[in-house]
């Protein structure tokens, strides 16, 4: 199973560095709170205007997925233990729409941005495209700093692999 999901990395990483040639994308997604971020595809990753310079966490998640629920409360933990220096992002693919993940939001208490796939459709599209993503939820891009993506996962991780991401993501390398 570990080299499967280390062949899935390589494979979701060559992938993303193999658009080199492609010009720059322009895409938005707006949040369930109603905040339109503006986001640049780029040769490694992308750049989400207002998260520059924080590790970012992309995670694909479903509103009826076990695993995704179950890794809800790391993720409200770390989002509260590193508010300066992480950004979650959840986007959520099995069907609701912005009113009903905002529900869900509120119900399970999320205090991390969370976006409902019709109000992302073109950045849903350009990870699936990148990445090879091929659907399986959790789903995890993680950036580094500089909107570099230094991993992916299809699987749910622990908080501790979830906090060492974290670290590690956090180092500028120049």
Same mark, same amino acid.
């Given at each position: 199973?570990? !080299? /499967?999901?280390?062949?899935?990395? $390589? %494979?979701?990483?060559?992938?993303? #560095?193999? #658009?080199?040639? #492609?010009?720059?994308?322009q895409m938005s997604m707006t949040d369930i709170t109603?905040?339109?971020?503006?986001? =640049? &595809? =780029?040769?490694?990753?992308?750049?989400?205007?207002? /998260?520059?310079?924080?590790? %970012?966490?992309?995670?694909?998640?479903?509103?009826?997925?076990?695993?995704?629920?179950?890794?809800?409360?790391?993720?409200?933990?770390?989002?509260?233990?590193?508010?300066? !220096?992480?950004? *979650?992002?959840? *986007?959520?693919?099995? &069907? +609701?729409?912005?009113?009903?993940?905002?529900?869900?939001?509120?119900?399970?208490? *999320?205090?991390?941005?969370?976006?409902?796939?019709?109000? #992302?459709?073109? $950045?849903?599209? +350009?990870?699936?495209?990148?990445?090879?993503?091929? &659907?399986?939820?959790? $789903?995890?891009?993680?950036?580094? =700093? !500089?909107?570099?993506?230094? $991993?992916?996962?299809?699987?749910?991780?622990?908080?501790?692999?979830?906090?060492?991401?974290?670290?590690?993501?956090?180092? %500028?390398?120049?």
């Amino acid at each position: 199973m570990r !080299k /499967l999901l280390t062949t899935l990395l $390589f %494979v979701a990483l060559t992938s993303f #560095a193999q #658009a080199e040639d #492609a010009p720059s994308v322009q895409m938005s997604m707006t949040d369930i709170t109603g905040k339109t971020y503006q986001v =640049t &595809g =780029t040769k490694e990753g992308f750049n989400i205007k207002g /998260l520059e310079g924080k590790v %970012v966490f992309l995670e694909f998640f479903g509103h009826k997925c076990p695993p995704c629920l179950a890794s809800i409360p790391h993720l409200i933990h770390l989002q509260k233990k590193y508010p300066n !220096k992480l950004a *979650i992002v959840a *986007i959520e693919v099995q &069907g +609701y729409n912005q009113a009903q993940a905002q529900n869900f939001a509120k119900e399970k208490g *999320i205090n991390y941005t969370v976006v409902s796939q019709q109000d #992302a459709p073109d $950045f849903v599209n +350009y990870v699936q495209r990148r990445a090879q993503w091929q &659907g399986s939820i959790p $789903f995890l891009v993680a950036l580094d =700093t !500089k909107g570099d993506v230094q $991993f992916v996962q299809a699987g749910m991780l622990s908080e501790t692999q979830l906090e060492e991401l974290i670290t590690k993501l956090s180092i %500028v390398k120049k």
